[in-house]
Each structure stands twice: as C-alpha cells, then as structure tokens.
C-alpha cells in the first residue's frame, strides 16, 4: 500500500509536465512490473527496530515442547487473561498461486522442500508434479485431502490450552468475563472429545477395511455415568489436561464435578451394559451398542422428611459434549395397522404389513474409547421423531395446536426410562420402546452387513447365508427379545426368504442372557396388546410356537403338561406371551451371570428347556458367563492413591489384565506396603466425611467402620435386616453406654420404584432410625447413620474406595449376581455376606477367607419353604429382634405418628418371603465377628489386600472374552493397537509387531 501510494505520488508531479503526460503510462507500467517481482519486504517499513525472535543466549533453552519449564499456576487475574480472543491464532487463507493451479483451479504441489547437508532448505522441482500439475485431477482425488490424517493431534499442555480456549471462544461464544464453570467444563469436554475423534473415525475405517464379524449388544439400559474423566483416562490424556488447566487457573475436579451422569439406566443391568462397552472396546472387538436416548433418565431422589420424593432427571438440558446426531441414518418404525397375506393365506411367506403408524428412530453416537489402544467403539442411542406431515383433516378446520400436540405424542416413546427393577410392568409405552429400539437396531445392522465394502454405503451383499459369520447379537435380558420376530420379519417379508432358512439365520445369530430368577421380574406381553400393536410379530410368534411345539412332542410324546409348561403362549387366565421362552427358544446360547444363578436357571427355572436341548443334540447351549467390571473405571479413575501403590509393585499393565493382582499376594505380610494401603483408604474415608458434611451436614467419625449397603431398594437385597442390625446396636449402646462398641458410620444408599410402596416404607423407615441414632447425645460418635440421597454412578465413584464393610445380603438365589460386591472387593472392603450371587465365587478365589459368610444356604431355604416358614417363630425366639421390631410398631422411631410401621412389621412377621427373620440371628452374629476383627488395624488390612489381590477374576475384560470366545465367535485382541489418526492405516501394532491389513 506504501509503495502504491509513493508512486501515486509521483505520476501526478511527473504528470504536470506535457513530458510528463507522455511518460506516465510507461512510469505506471515499470513500477507494476517491479511490484510484481520485488521480493515482498522491499517497500515494508521495519516498525519494530527491535526483533522479538532473537535467539536465545548461548547454553540456555528456550520453553518449548521438548524443553518444559516449572509450571506456576497464575493468579485469578492473570489466568483470566489467557482466556482472550487474542491468544487465539488466525487461520491464514493465502490465495493459491495460479502458476501452481491446474485447468480446474485446484492447487497442486510442484516444488519440493527438502533439506541440505548443512540443513539450509532449497525448493526443487520434481517431474513428477510437473507432470500432475499438467494433468486434470478428478473430484476423487482432491478429495484425499479430506482426511483425518492432515488434522495436528494434541501433543502436550499448550496445544491444550489452546484447543480449551478456541472452543471457549468458538464453540461457546463466551470469553472470560461472562463465562461459567459450565461453560469451562464444555469446553475442556470439547477439547477431549477433538483428541478422541479421530481415533473414533480411524476406528470405523479399520473394521471397514477389515470388515470382522461385528458384534451388537442390544440392551433398553446404558447406565453410562460421567464420560470426561473416563475418557481422559483411556486415551492418556488425563495429566497433560489436568495441568493444562492448572496452568489456567482453573480446578479440572470442580469442572468433573459439573458433568451430568447419563444414568439411562435402573442399576446393575444397565451398569453392566456400561462395563461391557468399555471392556469391548478394550479388547479391539468391533462392537456397538444400542439402545434408546432417554430424555429423562433414572429419575433424582430426593429426601424429604424421611420420605423417597422423585424428580425428572433433565440430564440433557444444558446440552450433551459427548453424541453426534446421526440424521442420515434415520429410519421408520412402525406401529399398529393390519396385515395383509398372500393368496393362500400361509403366515410363514411374505406378508404386507399395511395402514400402520410410523415413528422415525434418530440415531445419536457416543464414541466408547478403549484403554490405550486407540479404540474407539459406538453406543448408538435412538430417539423418537415424528414424520414430517400434519394430519392435514385436523390442520385445516384451524386446529394447529392439536396437530402438533398429536406429532408429541409419537415422541414420547423416548421421553423416559421406566423406572422399574426386578418388576414387569405390562404398559402399553414400554411394549412400545422394545420394540422401537430393536426395529432401528436391525435395519441399522443389515444396512451395515450389505455395505461391505469400504466407503461404500450401496448394498454389495445380497446373500444372508454369512449374516451369523459376520453378526453377533446379544439380547441383554429379555427387553430387546422382540429382535427374533423382527428379524424374522425383515427376512422373510423384506428379503423374501422362506421360513427354514430364515429361522436357522435368526438362531445362528442372536444369544440371550438371563438376569433374574424372580417370577415377577418375567416379561409376559398380553397377546390382546401385541395383537393391536405389532400385529404381523404375533403371528410370527404364533409360527415360532407351533414348529417349538411340534418338536417338544416329537421328543417328549404324550407329555402334555411338559407342552403346557414350555409353551411360549400361557393360557393360563389372560393369554400372554412368554418373552423368556421366546429367547431361549431362538437363541443359540443362553446364559446365567454367576456359577450359582446359572445352576438354578438350569436346574430350576428353564429345566425343561435344558433336557430338550439334550435330546436335541445342541451342546453347551445353556452355559455360565460371571459378571465383571471396568477395573479402569473402578479402581483406576476412582482410586488413584490405591491405583498408583499397585502400579509401584507390580507395574502398569494390570488394568488390562487384573489377573496380574495374584503378584500382591506376597506383599500381605509386607507391614511397610501395609501400612500404604492402610494409609490410602484413611484418606479416601476422609476425603468423603468432607462430602458428606457438605451436603446432609452429618459429621462423622472417620476413625469408625465406614459399613456401607448401597443398591437399589427391594425387599429381596434386606435392606431392612440391616436396618434392625442398627437398632440392635442402637440398643446396645443405651443399654451400657460404658461398654466397648467398636464406632460404625452405616450408609445406605438407593432409589426404590416410584411404585413400590413397601421399598418407600424401609427408606422411610431407615431415615427415621437415623434421625433418633444421629441427634442422641449417649450414642455420640459410636453410631452414626447416612442414608445416602440420590445414589449414582458419580456417588459411587466417592463412596466405593472408602468403604471398610460392604454389606452384599440378599436372601440365597434371589440375586443373579450383583457387581457393586466386585467393586467394594477391588477396592479393599471387606464383604458380609450370604451365599448368592457372584459371592459365592469371591469366596472361593480367596479360600473361604477374608470374608464373612453368613446365613442359609440355597438348598436350605428351599427345605424350610417346603417345611413351611414360619416367621413368628423367629420373632419370638430371637430377644433383640423381637425388641426391634417392636420398637418399630410402638412408634419409637415415629413418635408423631406412633402406628404408621405397625402394618408393615405385622406384614413382616406374617408373610416375610425373603426370610429375614430367619436370617437374622445368624447375622447379627457374624457382624460381631466384623466388629471384632476391625480392632485389629493391622490384620483387617492384611484382609483387605488379600481382597484386593483375589479380584482379578471379576474383570469385565475376562467377562466379555468368554462371550467372544464361546458365544460369538470371535477372538479378542487385547494386544492390538490400531494406528493413531496421524500414523498410516496400513498397519497395526500388536504385541508380537506390526499386523498388515
């Protein structure tokens, strides 16, 4: 602009001459020609005399990447100052050169940087670019700049800072003076989620290039919890952020803490789910999950005046950092209408299933990143839309309101998680989501199956016969069962296959898992519902029976109350369909969650099926797969001190393979190593008596057993045994206040079902107790009760690696498994316990020691129901239970309304069906024995190590490659590493070297 200016100048002064006027055009035309080809700095004034790029005096490095100087957290005014729109850096878009643009305008590249000896850079011209400069490049291949390989990676602190401040700025649209704590934790969740997308998309290209068998985990629950500090853990990220933020003046736990759970999920099964999600992703299978995106997820529970209020969790109302909304992929469910046959009327060919209501299922993804090894898997969550169109009658006779009320109502399919563990609750919305969720799921896992072939989205396959060796569906409980109907529907209406063939494929493919024994945990639809509903799926169901009845006759001839029993239509009263029986029915494999649970299903509940699937000849059909869980979210992200003394003795490797924790065995009788561990869980004790001061204003001892029962509330988990263990302690106390008690602090967290009124009965019941024990000047700081308000995932996440006592008590084969007992066994707790569930197993990795077994056994209570239970006995025998119990009736705990648990300890007594009270004595007595060895600091933590170095079996990695292995079929590859985004595709790392694909 200078030199533009100065030559302005000049013409003008040239051009008040009449010579002048004759040599201004060849005046003009010298100095655009030297503008031209002048280098760029000739006519530059040089501002700043002074260069700020001196180079550094000799023998000191400059900060850098490579050369990292002492961080020094800045004060709040000087971090705020970080946070400017200024410290952003620019992105400079230089206009191409034409000599280096082909015919079309697209830049191509045709000199060369490279270095000489003396590391000077010279450009030189290679052939061959002159040679693609000269040649026409097609669309195609101007696309191959589009690639996540050309994107930088996060390589240390200050490349995170400044993604953190771009997408402060950028993506939030705030600067420091108006942004929140929320708005800095989006922040930071976006800058995370940059470092992991493309891993995610990396991913996706190597199973599409190595098109492996793909596995589907169907369940109606992800009960996901918090993902910024798991995520940041799995890629390794977590250091670099923590002192990123630091450096900015900000706290990474308070921004962890702003972070909504996605508790899209009751409990254990959706827990598990979570579990599961992570250990795939770990071991490099290529897996999805799918299930529905709630709205509101597990409702919040609030405590007041003793009583479980509920409260719409609203967990997406200010925005989620972690799904992608997948609209090209959204697809039509379909509802109600009549089915129209082909002209001989045969159920078994294809059908037109007409006039019916359609639903849209949206897709949203949530990457699942696996451990270190740059996997990043999909949870592929759906949610209701409405089509596009008005009910155009309604529209115009002017009542718009009621047509876009009308478009709500289909949307409510995915408004709420229903609420309800361990209960069936026949309603006509829920029938509604298991259907919704397995409709997308298997137009989405056929679509994936024909497109093959890599970057190609047209159907390539049009044979289904490999459909079982490259698909791997696994019915997480009976909730998704509706798949085998489907499926069978889509082959045989949509792909026109007849009925044999169709049948083998859906066997072949999908495998079921079982959580529950309880009866009326069983889903059983009423047919007059699924006949209005899913017309056309009633009668594959009806098909499905009539071949299932036609073979149990030919095996079990004149065995008409075995077809009675086994029938997946009931007749008995209000005809219902059996959705237990149909899984097992079109599954290839089935399975319990624990050694015991698997033995009962086999022995007990699905016993008929067991012996005609022997007559059949189909082996290991029915088999056993023990729960696990995440070590990486369950000791690693929970228990960091815990996390690192491990790691000191045994090094980094364990949390993909737990079973190296056998190495700490030799170390119980290290009393240095003791004493760390001892230390450890002071701390964590410490760090939640701070917690739960803040937020009920409980002061406790942190000297005292930390005894800790949190699950959901069911009268079979005996919450209430130990709740009548507390008033015998209670008692004991007034009693001799002078006595030896060894202090306790008792938590007891849990939601109940907002239906269940006998659960909201023991929640009040344990807050009233509390209320008494907590405000008692006698007691003081020997008992101390919390009941812990609003239990989830993030709760657990405190609660867990504190804990001394985790009290695992439910009544023998009533619970399936359970999960939250491996994680306090992980942990360092020690378990009172019964026979039932997993327990049976953490028993025997540790010999029968380091844990207190009380109580009957399954065969025990099953002799005193056939005996005939009678409560009252127990009542009248046991002096401290009967003290108890009728403190409780008398309005001891409730003196305002002295009758209000009467009824309920009268219904205890009369009809106790998960024999507490049978129980309770022997329980009682092994808590003194807990009370007993707790005086022993030393030994109690020789018990605790010894837990922490028998938990290895309880891994969901060692879950999830049994699944693999012997009902997938397929191999885990916990050693593999596919490449990282800015690294070739053509390789991947394994333990034994590179791997080409």
Not at 544 to 570: A, C, T, Y
Not at 573 to 599: D, P, T
Not at 661 to 667: W, Y
Request: glycine share 6%; aromatic share 10%.
């Amino acid at each position: 602009m200078e030199a533009f200016n100065w030559l302005l100048s000049t013409s003008i002064l040239v051009g008040r001459s009449v010579v002048g006027s004759v040599l201004v055009p060849f005046i003009l035309l010298f100095f655009l020609f030297v503008i031209k080809f002048a280098p760029r700095n000739m006519f530059q004034r040089n501002k700043n005399p002074t260069s700020t790029t001196a180079a550094a005096p000799k023998g000191k490095a400059t900060a850098g990447k490579d050369n990292k100087v002492p961080s020094k957290k800045l004060d709040s005014c000087q971090a705020a100052k970080v946070h400017e729109v200024k410290n952003i850096p620019k992105i400079n878009v230089k206009p191409t050169p034409k000599s280096t643009q082909n015919g079309s305008g697209c830049a191509t590249a045709n000199t060369k940087s490279t270095k000489t000896a003396n590391g000077s850079a010279s450009q030189t011209k290679s052939t061959k670019d002159t040679l693609m400069a000269s040649k026409p490049v097609t669309d195609q291949e101007k696309r191959k700049q589009i690639s996540v390989r050309g994107i930088a990676s996060l390589e240390g602190v200050s490349d995170i800072k400044k993604s953190f401040n771009r997408h402060l700025h950028y993506t939030l649209v705030k600067d420091r003076n108006v942004a929140t704590g929320r708005d800095y934790y989006f922040a930071l969740a976006n800058t995370v989620r940059d470092q992991m997308v493309g891993r995610w998309i990396r991913t996706q290209q190597y199973y599409y290039e190595k098109d492996p068998k793909r596995v589907y985990y169907l369940s109606l629950e992800f009960y996901m919890g918090r993902a910024l500090q798991n995520t940041m853990l799995n890629l390794g990220i977590q250091s670099s952020c923590d002192e990123a933020m630091y450096q900015l003046g900000l706290d990474i736990e308070e921004l962890e803490e702003l972070e909504e759970d996605a508790g899209l999920g009751n409990g254990g099964l959706g827990r598990l789910a979570a579990c599961f999600l992570d250990s795939m992703a770990t071991l490099g299978l290529a897996s999805y999950g799918y299930g529905i995106r709630y709205e509101y997820g597990i409702f919040n529970q609030k405590i007041r005046e003793g009583w479980q209020v509920e409260e719409a969790d609203d967990w997406l109302r200010y925005g989620n950092a972690w799904d992608k909304a997948r609209p090209e992929y959204m697809v039509p469910v379909h509802f109600f209408g009549n089915v129209e046959h082909g002209p001989d009327g045969d159920w078994s060919k294809p059908c037109k299933w007409v006039n019916s209501q359609v639903v849209f299922a949206m897709p949203y993804d949530t990457p699942t990143p696996g451990y270190g090894n740059n996997t990043v898997n999909t949870l592929r969550l759906y949610t209701a839309k409405s089509p596009n169109s008005f009910n155009l009658g309604v529209f115009n006779t002017g009542d718009y309101i009621q047509a876009v009320c009308d478009r709500n109502l289909a949307e409510n399919i995915s408004r709420v998680l229903y609420p309800n563990d361990n209960f069936f609750e026949g309603k006509e919305l829920r029938l509604k989501q298991e259907y919704f969720v397995v409709c997308a799921t298997l137009q989405d896992i056929i679509r994936r199956f024909k497109s093959s072939i890599f970057g190609c989205r047209d159907p390539v396959r049009t044979s289904f016969d490999a459909f079982p060796d490259k698909v791997a569906i696994q019915l997480n409980d009976t909730h998704p069962s509706l798949a085998i109907p489907e499926l069978m529907r889509l082959l045989i209406d949509i792909e026109e296959m007849e009925w044999d063939r169709a049948w083998k494929i859906v066997v072949n493919t999908c495998a079921y898992t079982n959580h529950t024994v309880l009866p009326e945990a069983l889903e059983r639809w009423p047919v007059h519902l699924m006949e209005k509903m899913l017309p056309r799926h009633l009668e594959i169901i009806y098909m499905i029976n009539q071949k299932h009845i036609e073979n149990i006759s030919k095996h079990f001839p004149g065995d008409f109350d075995r077809l009675r029993r086994m029938s997946l239509v009931e007749e008995d009263g209000e005809k219902r369909i059996n959705m237990a029986h149909l899984c097992i029915v079109g599954s290839h494999a089935v399975n319990g969650v624990a050694a015991i649970h698997s033995k009962i299903i086999q022995d007990s509940v699905f016993k008929d099926f067991v012996e005609l699937s022997e007559k059949m000849g189909e082996v290991n059909k029915f088999q056993n797969k023990t729960n696990g869980i995440t070590p990486r979210r369950w000791l690693l992200l929970c228990n960091p001190g815990l996390a690192d003394l491990i790691a000191e003795k045994i090094g980094e490797d364990w949390p993909k393979n737990l079973d190296q924790l056998r190495e700490l065995t030799p170390l119980i009788d290290n009393p240095t190593f003791i004493r760390s561990i001892g230390q450890v869980k002071q701390e964590n004790k410490m760090k939640l008596a701070r917690f739960i001061k803040k937020e009920w204003n409980i002061d406790v001892n942190v000297a005292s057993m930390f005894d800790v029962q949190v699950k959901r509330i069911h009268e079979y988990k005996r919450q209430l045994m130990n709740a009548l263990h507390i008033v015998v302690m209670y008692n004991r106390i007034k009693a001799n206040p002078n006595k030896e008690f060894v202090p306790r602090t008792v938590m007891i967290g849990g939601k109940a079902a907002p239906g269940y009124h006998t659960a909201k009965m023991i929640i009040k019941l344990i807050n009233n107790i509390a209320a008494m024990v907590n405000h008692d000047p006698i007691v003081g700081d020997k008992l101390k009760v919390v009941y812990l308000e609003n239990y989830r995932v993030s709760l657990a996440e405190k609660v867990i690696p504190a804990a001394d006592l985790s009290e695992q008590i439910s009544t023998a084969g009533t619970e399936a498994s359970g999960t939250g007992n491996m994680k306090f066994m992980l942990n360092g707790a020690l378990t009172i316990g019964t026979l039932d569930g997993a327990n049976v197993e953490m028993a025997e990795e540790m010999n029968g020691e380091n844990i207190f077994i009380f109580g009957m056994k399954v065969h025990e209570v099953e002799e005193l129901d056939k005996a005939g239970y009678n409560a009252r006995q127990f009542y009248e025998s046991v002096p401290e239970l009967k003290t108890a119990l009728d403190q409780i009736s008398s309005g001891y705990f409730n003196p305002m309304e002295a009758d209000q648990f009467t009824h309920f300890v009268e219904n205890l007594i009369n009809h106790d069906r998960f024999k507490l009270l049978a129980d309770f004595k022997a329980y009682v007595e092994c808590q003194d024995r807990v009370s007993e060895a707790f005086k022993d600091t030393e030994k109690w933590t020789k018990m605790c190590l010894a837990n922490i170095a028998a938990s290895g079996k309880f891994s969901s990695d060692r879950t999830i490659s049994q699944y693999a292995r012997e009902i997938w079929g397929v191999e885990p590859q916990p050693d593999l590493k596919i490449p990282a985004p800015h690294e070739p595709l053509e390789r991947a790392e394994t333990s034994e070297g590179y791997k080409d694909f």
